[in-house]
């Protein structure tokens, strides 16, 4: 019977699945090694937007059901939700999972259940977490129960998707398996399929790998297509009439905590066996040169001309920018020597590399307008907000932006970057 857990990390997924486990009666304290988190949390103030957060987050507040601490406690469930970044080799680092295993040993007893939701490279669970258990004098499976149940939200509609998506745990053994499945029952209304640690490890990361994959073919069409003459948004909308197919949209690049990262967690176990998911990841990697290989078309870099970039998250209507490829845009164009001014409605200035601007500020005497994420304050973009402008120039990577027949802008965009195939580093005085 599963009456307190204690989940470590209280990032994207950590805060939200703690609010939903507290919202469905369990007693929950929250563990951050970032004692700013911490404080702001237990001062009734969440660190990161989400779409009803402050709500469930004020809830369970007044029911006391949650709080937030920077070291674990006496629990009978623990729930590691830390990231698994990338090093240099794109290798992953199980630092933070190995840290977050070993702050946990000393509260453990016998009957206690412990879930890895980070996202990690298969056997990790079993070599890695269940041999830190198990040397610690505990019987994983028997004593202990562990299990991996990845997390397959939306930023955006993460509590939705919370609730109604499907969940797989994958168990140390099947009795490990039913344990976990016991504590996400209470609010998960999807299916809950039971199966191995590696089989879930496994499963989840080609769910992301799947849409890296699909990326990365939308990517090359759009070359492809700028190059022979086409419009790759019409080719794609075409052919996604067809009932079996369901290509995905080209962007500047890949972005966030998984996409973007956990291809290269299979590739490492097997590069001889993986090299469609190697040559996707370095397609998708080289899109933020291509984005600014266009922009030097359209206004040269010399001179500090400046350019504005509008959208630094790595999708619309949220405030992440981890592995945004924007970021990666903007130091490639500050290289090239532009000015570049940022806007970004979504990203706090304390978390941004890159000073923020007002729109009208970043557009005033901007050569060119870069659309980097699609958010919604975007499609309100009228000629009205580009009279600043040098020149009324848009490079649209997300297509976001609509304008009427008789405007004067130039929009350009992955449907029709054709007409720039010959066209030498712009002239601009």
């Not at 590691?80 to 240099?88: K, R």
């Not at 890695?128 to 019987?139: A, C, D, E, P």
């Not at 009795?175 to 209304?189: C, D, G, H, I, T």
Request: charge should be negative; hydrophobic fraction near 40%.
């Amino acid at each position: 019977m599963f009456k307190k857990i204690c989940v470590i990390g209280l990032g994207y997924i950590g805060l939200p699945s703690s609010l939903m486990f507290a919202k469905s009666g369990f007693e929950v304290v929250g563990v951050d090694t970032n004692e700013y988190i911490v404080q702001s949390l237990n001062n009734g103030n969440p660190h990161i937007e989400e779409k009803d957060l402050l709500e469930i987050f004020a809830e369970v507040r007044s029911h006391h059901s949650f709080r937030a601490t920077t070291s674990p406690e006496n629990a009978d469930a623990f729930m590691i939700a830390v990231p698994t970044p990338v090093n240099a080799d794109h290798s992953a680092n199980l630092d933070y999972i190995v840290a977050a295993t070993k702050s946990i040993l000393p509260f453990l007893k016998a009957g206690d259940t412990v879930i890895i939701e980070s996202t990690i490279p298969p056997g990790t669970t079993v070599e890695v977490v269940g041999k830190l258990i198990g040397n610690s004098g505990w019987h994983v499976g028997e004593e202990i129960y562990l299990a991996h149940c990845p997390e397959r939200v939306l930023p955006g509609r993460i509590f939705r998707e919370l609730v109604e998506n499907n969940r797989i745990i994958g168990g140390f053994n099947i009795k490990s398996a039913q344990k976990a499945a016991e504590l996400y029952r209470p609010f998960v209304q999807g299916e809950i399929t039971l199966t191995s640690c590696a089989s879930a490890e496994m499963a989840k990361l080609m769910e992301n790998t799947f849409r890296d994959v699909n990326i990365a073919l939308a990517n090359e069409l759009a070359r492809i297509s700028a190059s022979v003459g086409v419009d790759a948004l019409e080719v794609i909308q075409l052919a996604n009439k067809h009932p079996r197919v369901n290509l995905h949209s080209p962007g500047p690049g890949v972005g966030g905590h998984c996409i973007a990262v956990d291809p290269y967690f299979i590739i490492e176990k097997a590069p001889n066996e993986s090299k469609l998911m190697a040559t996707a990841r370095d397609i998708n990697n080289r899109m933020p040169e291509y984005v600014v290989q266009q922009v030097e078309k359209l206004v040269p870099p010399y001179q500090g001309h400046p350019v504005a970039v509008f959208g630094l998250t790595y999708k619309g209507n949220v405030d992440d920018i981890r592995e945004s490829p924007a970021i990666e845009v903007v130091n490639l164009l500050i290289q090239k020597g532009y000015i570049v001014k940022t806007h970004d409605p979504h990203v706090q200035p304390d978390h941004c590399p890159f000073r923020l601007h007002a729109p009208e500020e970043a557009l005033e005497d901007a050569h060119c307008l870069i659309v980097l994420a699609d958010h919604n304050e975007f499609r309100l973009i009228d000629d009205t907000w580009l009279v600043g402008m040098r020149t009324p120039t848009i490079l649209d990577t997300k297509k976001c932006l609509e304008f009427g027949e008789n405007s004067k802008v130039f929009h350009y965009h992955f449907g029709n970057l054709h007409v720039l195939k010959n066209r030498e580093p712009a002239t601009v005085y």
